[in-house]
């Protein structure tokens, strides 16, 4: 999947894609509804949690989104099958990353 992911990312030689463009729109309403239980079912939170998302996706590619979202819920899991997702540096720094948009997604939407 990780490599997947990233060949997707690559797209043809040569082109370009725009960061956030390529984040599903089942998957920007499931964070937003996420958010929403959150920090409570009104218009407000409606408002930042999409300001969130939306600041998140344009700060990050939605495969590697993906990924560090498959590594957190990889590291939920016990066991021996899941220790390769939290010894692996390459994959924190995933997580990292997208720790690094939330919080920025944070500061821009619920300041």
Do not use: H
């Not at 599903?24 to 998302?53: H, K, W």
């Amino acid at each position: 999947m990780l490599i997947a992911g990233s060949l997707a990312a690559a797209g043809p030689a040569g082109a370009q894609s725009q960061v956030g463009s390529d984040y599903p729109t089942a998957e920007r309403a499931d964070y937003v509804f996420g958010c929403m239980a959150a920090n409570g079912q009104t218009r407000e939170s409606l408002e930042r949690c999409s300001c969130s998302i939306d600041t998140i996706a344009t700060l990050l590619p939605y495969s590697e989104y993906e990924e560090a979202e498959t590594v957190l819920r990889m590291n939920r899991v016990a066991g021996q099958s899941s220790e390769l997702f939290r010894s692996s540096g390459d994959l924190r720094d995933k997580v990292s990353n997208m720790r690094r948009a939330q919080a920025e997604a944070e500061i821009k939407c619920f300041n």
